[in-house]
């Protein structure tokens, strides 16, 4: 697992854990500001994966949920953010590519369905359309996707890009701009406004953490399927891009109502501009049309893990 200090990352971290069959591997922090602590370390910890795995004959995959980017980084932190990335992934094809590891492995990388179809045609958006991204953050995570695409090709180890939506709820870091559910909890209880910058009739698909880090365990294991048994003749490595969201669509206005309508009060917010607003969508409805009985599940609904991100916000503030 690269990224479990995050939001996603964590909530995958406790939904692998908790899976019948399945073991989190304790992987090291990784050091990016020192590119090469971060390939060595991320030798050791490949090495020691791949060891295990064969030990238990089992299979293994690495889950890529990290990105500090946002709409808005610099196109230098973006560009290391592709170095880094391209580098943990040659480290994986030295050690497991073209191996008796490689039938049995798996990546999974995290990757933007906002950022990647900001600029595209004809929504709803499915994996059938063209990826227009309208911001260099999009741009960088449709680049990420070909090294990756790449590397599965090179290394027979088999590759599920998931393009995904609005993720929300508890354990969300403030300190970026994104995250509009959460940013909106903490000004309930702040005299700070939260500032939004969009339109309120611009629509976008919220998916709840928990929900998203279950839907990504599960197209890993139908990633296991789709390649076939390790020892059989046909196997062969697999790249499959899903979209990972909702499938609801919400206008930012319809957020405000839900909030008002939990918290029982007007929310606190203010409304103003941004140049970043050229590199948002208006509309970014989704649909997956990608192994869709994946997606045929209760979701958490909107009025409820926006009281579960109030709820895990006003429980930092009385912790101090």
């Not at 971290?13 to 990016?32: I, M, N």
């Not at 390939?39 to 990290?66: F, G, M, N, Q, Y």
């Not at 680049?143 to 929300?168: D, K, P, Q």
């Not at 409304?271 to 969508?281: D, F, I, K, Y």
């Amino acid at each position: 697992m690269v990224g479990s200090g995050g939001l996603l990352g964590g909530a995958i971290a406790v939904e692998v854990a908790q899976r019948p069959g399945w073991t989190l591997f304790p992987s090291p922090a990784l050091p990016w500001a020192d590119p090469d602590a971060v390939t060595d370390l991320a030798r050791t910890a490949v090495r020691a994966l791949i060891h295990e795995a064969a030990e238990a004959d089992a299979d293994w995959s690495i889950i890529w949920a990290a990105g500090a980017g946002v709409i808005g980084t610099s196109p230098e932190q973006l560009d290391r953010e592709i170095e880094q990335f391209t580098a943990v992934l040659d480290v994986v094809a030295q050690e497991a590519g073209g191996t008796a590891a490689a039938p049995r492995g798996s990546v999974f990388f995290s990757s933007s369905a906002g950022g990647v179809y900001g600029g595209s045609a004809s929504p709803p958006y499915t994996e059938n359309t063209a990826p227009v991204p309208l911001s260099p953050y999009g741009a960088t995570k449709l680049r990420m996707e070909a090294v990756a695409v790449r590397f599965s090709e090179r290394s027979g180890i088999s590759l599920l890009i998931g393009r995904i939506a609005n993720v929300y709820g508890p354990g969300q870091k403030l300190g970026k701009m994104q995250g509009l559910i959460s940013h909106m909890a903490k000004a309930q209880y702040s005299p700070s406004p939260a500032n939004i910058f969009v339109p309120l009739d611009t629509v976008r698909d919220y998916i709840y953490v928990t929900d998203c880090a279950a839907l990504i365990c599960d197209g890993i294991d139908r990633l296991g399927v789709a390649r076939g048994a390790a020892d059989a003749p046909d196997a062969r490595a697999q790249q499959v891009v899903k979209i990972i969201a909702s499938g609801q669509a919400v206008t930012i206005g319809s957020l405000i109502g839900y909030f008002r309508g939990v918290a029982r009060h007007n929310p606190n917010i203010m409304l103003g501009s941004s140049p970043t607003v050229s590199m948002q969508a208006l509309d970014l409805r989704l649909r997956s049309v990608v192994w869709p009985e994946l997606d045929e599940r209760p979701l958490t609904p909107l009025p409820a893990g926006i009281h579960a991100t109030m709820l895990d916000i006003v429980g930092g503030i009385q912790a101090g």
